[in-house]
């Protein structure tokens, strides 16, 4: 289905310099390949640049900002509509974060005069780790023409283009996916269990290394045993880590890092082509986006996307049995720096 996308390609022309000595070496050295150097190319990815074009041409395109409502208040891109993840989680479960049905996402586009055939082009805050999840669903359900804004809100700001506190209000359509579905992205937990036992597979955990680990931690003052939303704490058995945030510059512009970088991190990892990879987070938000780095960035043939990832599987092991986890640590354990940690907060505010 990526295939149907309009592409975007931002080319930079580089130029290669050769010293005297260099010139006149006989050794055949290697040739380096800038692209690794460069910034990252991919289908339904655009540059900064590129939107700011679109709009001074006035060609016709729709923008969404993903994002909590604050954030977009207090400025977003001109003519933007904001969604939030409440707005498109499906209501069917026995518990949050999963995605919306075709039907429902459908209505929500709709309802914001968004019809299957506009150009979208979608951003948020953060690395683009929830534009990229928003794409992945609409992609999945057969919408076209999209890209994700590399970098975000961070990046048009970083770039010196203005924000807008306008809101826009467009007239309701009638909303109707272009194509089927198209599921080949998204693993189930079954294929999950399938993938436990296949030593062709990959299970990646793209969250947090405390996550990851199933230990305490503490977030803006407040301490957690586990996620919000989780059942319990730990990590599908057999999986490996990296964290999502590892390809992006979180303490820069949020774009995506060099493919050099990327490369590396992944290689790193001991994440290779040559393996089938099924990657989970907590809810499908953070695995969307390796999942996108993967296949549309490093080229990687057979990558889906655990949606039901840790709420799924932890609710699951709770509620259902039929599954089993990983633990660094045991309840006693988990217990006793779960009390240090609110020990240490509870001092550090007297």
Known sequence: MLGFFLSFFVFSCQSEVNSEKEAE???????VDE???SSVKANHLVETADVKAMYDEGKAFKVIEISKKDAFEKGHLPGAVNFWRP???GGSYDYGGMRASPEEMAALLGSNGIS????????????????????WMLDMYGHENMAVMNGGKAAWKA??????????????????????????RLASMEDVLAAMADTNYILLDTREPEEYQGVPYVSKGVCYPYKKGAFTYGRIPGSIHLNWSDAVDLNGDHRFKSLKDLKYNFEKAGITPDKKV????????????????????????DVKNYDGSWIEWSHNYINKGGVAIERDIDDAEHKKRFAELEAELSKAAE
């Open 278 to 301: 099924i990657a989970y987070c907590q809810s499908g938000v953070r695995s969307a986006h390796t999942t996108y780095v993967l296949t549309e960035i490093l080229g990687f043939e």
């Open 87 to 89: 707005d498109y989680e």
């Open 35 to 37: 692209s690794l150097k």
């Open 25 to 31: 070496t006989t050794e055949v050295e290697e040739k």
């Open 159 to 184: 770039d010196g283009f203005e924000l807008t506190t306008e809101v826009t209000k467009a007239d309701p359509v009638l909303y109707t996916f272009s194509n089927a579905p198209d599921y080949t």
């Open 116 to 135: 299957a055939d506009d150009l979208l082009v979608i951003y948020d805050t953060k690395g683009s780790v929830d534009a990229i999840r928003f794409m």
